[in-house]
């Protein structure tokens, strides 16, 4: 049965963060195709509006924002946006984005750290504490996509591994906090995630170092127990379960997608 036919968010309105070519996108489809209108939000407006197309050829409405989230004047412009053009919102994801510096912590600044927070972490928070209101209104939900990297400790990984965490800590802390007032906060964390922009990169690294990318991906998914990586598609049901009623009696948790990379 599809997203479409069987309504998950239908009718409901959907704020995504971070819209860009690769998860955001497939998010924003995937909410219309399951009943949703969307606010689209990401610093890069032509592409927020060509997303917005495909949303409106789907039947659904859809409000592109151009807006910095680290900005408190451009998140209030989001959050009066919104309810102007649907007078309520349902549901909030946070999955804005930026690739970390992959230094060892020796080697990483203070201001990348700084900014890698100030995005993932505290942009977030800005946006969840902006919607607040009209999520209390709507028995709300709030999804924040995190990162396997929560997982392990690998090297090269500290600045990005702080502020995921940083962002789980205070998604459960924020779960507490507004879980009176009606409010579910849940997080999802993918793996490697199948798709355009990673296709992309194993490209980049099979020309560094003589190989194909089919091997890239066979090395890269040999430790997970089903010898893949999770599709973009495959993370966006994660999402939608966390952000819809069916997932109604869970606020606080952690959904992980890795295809069996890493056991919580």
């Not at 020796?106 to 927070?117: K, Q, S, V």
């Not at 170092?209 to 994660?238: F, H, N, Q």
Request: hydrophobic share 40%.
């Amino acid at each position: 049965m599809s997203a479409m036919r069987n309504g998950l968010l239908e009718n409901k309105v959907v704020v995504i963060s971070g819209v860009g070519p690769a998860l955001g996108t497939t998010l924003a489809r995937r909410c219309a195709e399951a009943g949703a209108d969307l606010v689209l939000a990401a610093r890069t407006v032509e592409r927020l509006e060509d997303v917005a197309k495909q949303i409106t050829d789907l039947g659904r409405r859809a409000v592109a924002i151009g807006t910095d989230i680290t900005d408190d004047a451009q998140v209030t412009n989001l959050v009066e946006r919104s309810l102007e053009a649907y007078g309520k919102v349902d549901v909030l994801i946070n999955n804005a984005f930026r690739v970390p510096s992959m230094k060892p912590l020796a080697n990483t600044t203070f201001e990348h750290i700084r900014e890698a927070i100030e995005l993932t972490v505290l942009g977030a928070l800005r946006l969840t504490q902006g919607f607040t209101p009209a999520l209390a209104g709507s028995g709300g939900s709030v999804v924040n996509v995190n990162s396997m990297v929560i997982r392990h400790s690998q090297a090269k990984y500290g600045a990005y591994k702080m502020a995921k965490s940083a962002l789980l800590a205070m998604s459960q802390s924020l779960a507490t906090e507004l879980g009176e007032q009606g409010i579910r906060v849940n997080s999802v964390a993918p793996g490697y995630i199948w798709g355009d922009t990673l296709k992309s990169y194993f490209n980049h690294q099979a020309g560094k170092y003589g190989t194909t990318v089919d091997e890239i991906y066979k090395a890269t998914a040999a430790a997970s127990d089903l010898k893949r990586l999770p599709t973009e598609d495959e993370v966006a049901s994660a999402i939608l379960f966390m952000a819809s009623d069916l997932s109604s009696g869970i606020t606080g948790q952690t959904l992980d997608v890795n295809c069996g990379e890493y056991k919580a």
